[in-house]
Structure formats: structure tokens, C-alpha cells
């Protein structure tokens, strides 16, 4: 029986992520025919999807909107292993978002991106909701292999609004107030 790969990768990310923090399932596959998006793939020898890195390739800089690894399996370095090769595909910079560091697991999560080398920005930064009924996800944003300054972080900002969330300046400027 064919199992679709990107159903393996969205049974991941539905395994791994909070529901407001990916999109339902048609929005999600259709960004496999944008340009800009890509899905990095690790898989086991039954060639099943163990993990993913979705990313996004801009003209100033990468964004990783999301990585995950099968519960499963973590802790083996296949994260680590997948954020690096990303991380090595270019030279430009490579931005994400992360939870703030309100508990634990957020500050381990944080930890991990800060031993490959990004840096925690402190800049005010609300994430569009992904799915109707959801509200907007205060996260802050970490880069690598520097950290951005404040007009670098508004350049960033507003192409991810516009490219990766679909939103316009007016409604991402009433977002960060």
C-alpha cells in the first residue's frame, strides 16, 4: 500500500506542534508547489519519513518555519542533522521562530538553536494565525549566524507577513502594537 510521503510528514507535524501552530491540512500541501517552500526529508530504512525541515528561501535570508522528528525517535540528532544541512545549502542568513521561553521545554527548545549558533532577538513579533478561528501567536524570532538589527528584523518581518503568511502591512502593523 502507497503512503503518500507528505501525509507522513503532516502526521509529524500534527504529532509535534500545537494545532494553531500549522496549517490545516489543504494549506499546507499546496505550499508544495510554491517555489520559495521546501521540504527536507529524513527517512528510516522502510523508507518512511522519521522527520522534516520546512523552509523557505528569500533573497536576503532562509526562514525554517517548522522541524520535527517522529516522538518515536527524538533525541537521536536527526534534528540537529537536518538544521545543519539547511543551515550549510547558503550563505544567507537563516531566521525562525520559536515559543517564548515560558517553561522548560521552551527553554530547552531555545538551547537547542542556540548550540548551532542563532541568537534570541528581542523585538516584538506576533505570528499570524494559520488557521480561522485562531487567534495570533506571540513568538519571538531567532537568527544565525548573527544577530539582526532592528531594520533588518522589519525587512525580515514584512516578508514573512507578505510571502509566508499572506498578510498586508496594514494588518501586520495593527498585529505588532
Known amino acids: 500500500m502507497f503512503i503518500d510521503p507528505f501525509d507522513q510528514i503532516f502526521e509529524i ?11 490545516p491540512y ?5 505550499l508544495l508547489s510554491n517555489a520559495r517552500y521546501q521540504l527536507l526529508t ?6 518512511e519519513a522519521t522527520g522534516f525541515l520546512a523552509g523557505w528561501e528569500f533573497e536576503e535570508f532562509r526562514y525554517i518555519e517548522n522541524v ?9 540528532g536527526i534534528g540537529k542533522r537536518m538544521m545543519e544541512r539547511f543551515m550549510k545549502q547558503s550563505d544567507k542568513p537563516v531566521i525562525l521562530e520559536v515559543e517564548r521561553p ?5 527553554r530547552r527548545r531555545i538551547g537547542f538553536y542556540k ?3 542563532f541568537h534570541l532577538e528581542d523585538y516584538a513579533y506576533v505570528q499570524p494565525a494559520l488557521r480561522t478561528g485562531h487567534r495570533p501567536l506571540p513568538l519571538q524570532i531567532m537568527s544565525y549566524p ?3 538589527t532592528s531594520s533588518e528584523f522589519e ?11 499572506g498578510v498586508s502591512d496594514s494588518y501586520a502593523y495593527a498585529l505588532n502594537r
Open 155 to 165: 525587512a525580515m518581518r514584512k516578508v514573512l507577513y507578505n510571502e509566508v503568511y
Open 13 to 23: 507535524m500534527k504529532q509535534s506542534f500545537p494545532e494553531s501552530e500549522y496549517r
Open 102 to 106: 515560558e517553561d522548560e521545554l521552551k
Open 115 to 117: 548550540r548551532l549558533g
Open 42 to 47: 529524513e527517512k528510516n530504512e522502510q523508507n
Open 68 to 76: 520535527a522528528v517522529s516522538q518515536a525517535i527524538r533525541g537521536g
Open 146 to 148: 548573527e544577530s539582526l
Open 26 to 30: 489543504p494549506e499546507q500541501k499546496r
